[in-house]
């Protein structure tokens, strides 16, 4: 059976991301299907697709479970505070 996979250079959060209270500046997002996003690199942040980014982020953890990706991501750079 094959599994649909996408490569993700940029993490969209829809406003669904949630913070992680342990650790300063990080998030968790989970986001629907198997998308691959690079560990340990800088990517950009949008709130949506069309839309500008909002900050950098270095994602440092990813899981995939029942057709789910669910990333950690360290918040690096905000561009704007809303």
């Known amino acids: 059976m094959s599994m649909p996979l996408s490569l993700e250079w940029c ?3 829809h406003g669904e991301e949630v913070r ?35 900050g950098t982020a270095k994602v440092i953890e990813m899981s995939w479970f029942s057709c789910t990706t669910v990333i950690t991501y360290e918040l690096i750079s905000l561009y704007n505070v809303n």
């Open 11 to 13: 993490i969209i959060t």
């Open 20 to 54: 992680v209270e342990e650790k300063e500046n990080t998030f968790t997002l989970k986001v629907d299907g198997y998308q691959l996003f690079p560990i340990d690199q800088f990517i950009d942040i949008k709130r949506t697709e069309q839309a500008e980014q909002i």
